[in-house]
């Protein structure tokens, strides 16, 4: 006996969340883009809740790791932490689930970062995908889409269960299928880290850089990109001096980002795009066991330099594979 809910019942579900959390879902906010037409908003009962979204313009990691995350402020001698609000995240695909996934264990080892993790734990994660639940990946309630009017829920957690017990969901014999996303050949390429470890010389990455424009979206809208800037915000203007630290996003893409006061330490664009891949494709796999990407395509979507990753990576492949083959 399965648990499932019909498609036209979701928003509700989501709605019926709302009551004890600020719940966010994919909805069309764009629709005459010619990019992505979607979001990840703030969901209200005057919204379509849109659960097969192609891609959406940002991805749920804006939610863990805000642009612009305060710390904490201090002020009249005394420092405080912020308040965490209660948040849920509606309606993950499966690549944006495994983004969640991955991205708490980079937060979580080999240095605990509590505050984001305070963040994650105080939110409740529900993917929907017409994939079978992933075993390797933590979250609290998975819709499977069944055919286009029915989702079987399954709990992962006991916040899950709980709300598999919404009157909304009903007990109904059903063969669920088994769905497996098929295994990407070239980012499961067990040779790929050695090949892009020893391409440091290979011209793919001048070639890149003169059409890349080294703006960092790239960055900004790939799941797994964690890199950030702290600053302290000084109000001056008070009798008290208030002082509030930022974690705000950052790329490795960007010029300024590899400026110290002895120069810049990786002044070429080239070089910048070799480490982008070096980091996703090598440093992550030695390091976590996982690639720095989850093949949503973001980054291909909203380049506006019109780069291909995966082009990058077969040009790669195919060089390496060649040359062995020579030799």
Not at 238 to 264: H, Q, V
Request: hydrophobic share 35%; with cysteine.
């Amino acid at each position: 006996m399965a648990k499932v809910i019909f498609e036209n019942n979701l928003k509700e579900l989501a709605l019926s969340l709302s009551k004890d959390a600020k719940v966010f879902a994919p909805v069309k906010t764009h629709p005459n883009s010619t990019y992505s037409q979607y979001s990840f908003v703030e969901f209200s009962k005057e919204m379509e809740l849109v659960i097969d979204y192609p891609t959406t313009n940002l991805p749920p990691k804006e939610f863990l790791l805000p642009p612009k995350d305060i710390l904490f402020t201090y002020s009249n001698g005394q420092s405080q932490s912020p308040v965490i609000e209660k948040k849920v995240i509606f309606g993950l695909s499966y690549e944006d689930l495994y983004g969640v996934e991955k991205l708490t264990k980079l937060f979580s080892s080999p240095i605990k970062d509590d505050h984001f993790l305070e963040i994650k734990d105080s939110t409740l994660i529900i993917g929907a995908d017409h994939f079978s639940p992933p075993k390797s990946l933590n979250f609290d309630l998975y819709l499977q889409k069944i055919n286009s009017e029915i989702y079987v829920g399954h709990a992962g957690t006991k916040k899950g269960s709980q709300i598999l017990k919404n009157s909304l969901f009903k007990n109904q014999e059903i063969k669920i299928p088994k769905v497996s996303k098929k295994k990407d050949l070239l980012l499961s390429n067990p040779d790929l880290p050695k090949i892009i470890m020893k391409s440091k010389d290979h011209p793919v990455w001048n070639d890149l850089a003169k059409i890349c424009l080294g703006c960092g979206i790239c960055s900004y809208v790939c799941p797994l990109c964690y890199c950030f800037e702290i600053d302290d915000e000084i109000d001056i203007t008070k009798d008290d001096i208030c002082s509030t630290k930022c974690r705000t996003w950052d790329s490795c893409m960007l010029n300024s980002f590899a400026e110290t006061n002895a120069g810049n330490f990786r002044g070429e664009l080239s070089e910048r795009i070799y480490n982008w891949y070096f980091h996703k494709f090598v440093r992550m796999p030695k390091e976590y066991g996982f690639s720095g990407c989850v093949d949503c395509n973001r980054c291909v979507i909203f380049c506006p330099a019109k780069i291909n990753y995966r082009n990058t990576l077969m040009r790669l492949v195919k060089d390496w594979e060649s040359k062995n083959e020579r030799s």
